[in-house]
Each structure stands twice: as structure tokens, then as C-alpha cells.
């Protein structure tokens, strides 16, 4: 039980999800707390208590952080996020002290890509290209079997891809980023657009938020457009336009043999994939002429992020305890001594 138990923890703009994880991914205890978006500390002590929480009940070997935002490649320090307040943000010492346990930080999207690859719609897949739509839009790379983070760590940032010139501001810096085109942010400015104008349909999500503005979000419409009403679809169905648009000129760099679709946008279904495979057939370079990747959904839903965190913090404390020789010795014995006897030799 010690060797199979890690905490996943899932940072995001608006919530921390933590969860206890086994080793076939099955998550069998969780919490979650608001993110303390301008105080990186805040963020520190909320995952110490959280850990600490669980370590009550559970025997937990690791502790794994998938961030929202730039890790290097030590897998150590978020160097930049465009939502938090983070900026070379020493987080895996920071928590190693506070919870001295061994603790593994990447970014939220890849963390999310490995656990898909290994327990979810990838398994099997030898490359992949998870992409989330959430509050943005961010990405994981796996390759012959093997997270691909780049040089300096900060592969798979797909929503800043700047895909229309001058175009919307975004958090990052820039403007005409993906992620302000195909995210949840769309739904929900258009949402907040729509209330302010007062058309019909901005009335009703008004109303729905209690009058409060900012209560509207992207998942109001996501709802409306699952139950039936046309102006909910067509504002998902641009999104996944987008979304396929942008997927095309991901595989022209990358050429994956299968898309995997995770954040809560995607909870849409074929609303949004539908639309985003026909943005993609028709906007992929050299269409009818080559393979075309799969476009699916992601099968571990929000829990994705965290097992994918704990399991990669899992395996690594493992491979680092193995590497030490007295542990290698020490495992050995141990599998001798799991063995049964042998039995004795006839005539």
C-alpha cells in the first residue's frame, strides 16, 4: 500500500483539486479548495494542508502538482503563469519542506496528457497531443510513449499560438491567441455580452446567474447548448471551428496519430468535435493526400490533472529510491522473499 498511494494536485485559476491516487489511477479520496490567484504562498499552504489532511487516513508515498503555467525543465519551479501570481516560483521545494515528502511539479495540461496515456482514451497510443479547453487552452505532447516537454520545458503551450493578428488581447501579453478563440472564455464573454445587451437569451442567463454578472460562465452555455437551444449550439459549434483550426496547424508541426480533447469544453461532446473535425479535414496542409489524426475526447474528465500528477510523482520516487543500490538491494530481497519455495526435486 505505501508504494501505491501518491496525492494529485490539480492547480487551476479558480480551484485547487487534490486527490489520493492508486496505481492503476483510481482516485479513492479527494478534497479541493479555491485558488488564492495573487498569493503564491497561499497556494503553498493550501497544498501542505491538503496533503496533510489526507495523510490522516492514507499512506502516501508522493505528492504530484500539475500547474497552470511554465515549469522548467527540473520539473521544479513554475517560471511564469498568465493567471497566477507566479514568476520563478520555487514550488517543489517550497512543498517538499512544508510536507517532506518527495514532490514532482509540471505543468497541468501535460500531467493531464500522461494520465490519458496511461489510463485513458491514449492508452496504446504510441503519439499523442492532449489539448484542454478550460478557463485557456493548454497542452501536452507524448512521443514514442514519453512526456515531450522541450529544451528549456515549456512545450505544448498551444494556446498562444497567435492565430489571428491583432486580435484579442490575452493574459499573456499577446494578442490573437488560440486560447482567446477556443476556450471557455469565449462562451462566457459572449454569455456576459448577450446579458448586457439584454437579448433573449442573455436575459435567461442572467437571470439564472441571480443578476450577477459575473456569475455567468462558460459552462452556463455549455448547458443550454446540451439541452437544445440554437444560439447555446452555434456559439460551441464556433468554438469548436476554432478548436479544429487550430488543431491543424498543431499537426503540421507535430503530426500526432490522435487528438485527445479534455477540459470542461469539451463536456460539450459532439457539439464541439464535430465541427472541430471539419475545421481540421478542410484546413489540414496537404488534406487528401495524407493520414488524418483522430479527434477524441478525453475519458478521465476533470480528474485528469491529478492522476496524471500523482502518478508521474509515483513513479518517480520510485525510480529515485531504486537508483540508490542499498535500495535495490533491498527490493531484491524483497521479491525473493515473496517468492514461494521451491519444491523439492523427485528421484
Known sequence: MVERLAVGIDIGGTKIAA???????????????????????????AIADLTAQFRTEYPIRAVGIGAAGYVDVSQSTVLFSPHLAWRHEPLRDAVARRTRLPVLVDNDANAGGWAEWRFGAAQNEPDLVMVTLGTGIGGAIVIDGQPYRGHFGIAGEFGH??????????????????EQYASGRVLQRRARAAALEGSDFGRTLLAEA????????????????????????????????????????VAAAVDPGLFVIGGGVSENGELL????????????????????ARIVRAHLGPDAGLIGAAD??????????????GARVRARAGARSARPPRRPRRG
Open 273 to 292: 468535435l464535430s465541427p472541430a473535425r471539419a475545421a481540421f479535414a478542410r484546413t489540414l496542409t496537404g488534406r487528401g493526400y495524407r493520414a488524418e
Open 210 to 249: 441571480g443578476g450577477d454578472l459575473e456569475r455567468i460562465d462558460g459552462a452556463s452555455v455549455g448547458r443550454h447548448a446540451l439541452a437544445g437551444h440554437e444560439v447555446a449550439r452555434s456559439w460551441v459549434g464556433d468554438v469548436g471551428d476554432w478548436l479544429g483550426i487550430g488543431l491543424a496547424n
Open 19 to 45: 486527490g489520493v491516487v492508486d496505481e492503476d489511477g483510481r482516485v479513492v479520496a479527494r478534497s479541493r479548495r479555491e485558488t488564492p490567484t495573487t498569493d503564491p504562498v497561499a497556494i503553498v499552504d
Open 161 to 178: 499560438m497567435r492565430v489571428v493578428p491583432e486580435g484579442m488581447p490575452c493574459e499573456c501579453g499577446n494578442v490573437g491567441c488560440w
Open 312 to 325: 508521474m510523482a509515483r513513479l518517480t520516487a520510485r525510480r529515485r529510491r531504486l537508483a540508490n543500490p
